[in-house]
């Protein structure tokens, strides 16, 4: 059992982080479309999306960690860093590894929200959808658990839901951005 920890800590932290994301971006569609106004309460939104995207930071920065301490396959911090320094599944570890760097951007750039502009923050924090994409692509394709019936089962609930959520920012968000910049004219 022991041999195996870091490779279930590998998968655990991943698949925790990917549910986190899904999280955080809902929290974050809800906020900006207000669809639930009549029941929300946008600070709570604005903290709990917050600390959901924190989360998914933290528990990548455990994948990646956990990535090399694992004797399974070798990995070192330059792997987990650099894209396209893995000789294990290139594409898809590199795909892994811009997907930390959308969202290590995404996080420090809401932290420093307010010394941005407010469209520079929009477009960096709109990164956030290709971020999910990249994540669908990399668990489909770099794990060990690809093609099991659970991880499958997992994976698709995952990708269905975050694209229903995508779909509901799109249909939904464009009426409000549509407002936003008439009250701005």
């Known amino acids: 059992m022991l041999s195996t920890i870091w490779w ?13 994301c899904l999280f955080s971006i809902l929290w974050g569609v809800l906020l900006t479309t207000r669809i639930l106004r009549d029941m929300d309460r946008p600070a709570w939104l604005r903290d709990l999306h917050s600390w959901l995207g924190g989360l998914t930071l933290a528990f990548t920065v455990i994948h990646m960690i956990s990535l090399i301490q694992d004797t399974w396959v070798d990995f070192n ?14 594409i898809p570890v590199a795909l ?36 999910y994409l990249t994540i669908i692509v990399h668990a489909l394709t770099a794990g060990s658990d690809v093609g099991t019936p659970l991880y499958t089962g ?13 779909g509901i920012r799109w249909v939904a968000g464009r009426s409000v951005d549509r407002r936003k910049r008439a009250k701005a004219a």
């Open 77 to 90: 911090v330059v792997n987990v860093l650099v894209p396209f320094t893995s000789s294990y599944r290139p």
């Open 154 to 166: 997992f994976s698709m609930a995952l990708a269905m839901t975050g694209t229903a959520v995508g």
């Open 8 to 20: 279930d800590v590998t998968r655990a932290s991943a698949n925790v982080a990917w549910g986190l």
């Open 96 to 131: 892994g590894v811009i997907g930390f760097w959308f969202l290590a951007s995404i996080q420090v750039t809401s932290l420093m929200m307010k010394k941005l502009s407010r469209s520079t923050w929009r477009r960096i924090h709109m990164m956030s959808y290709p971020l």
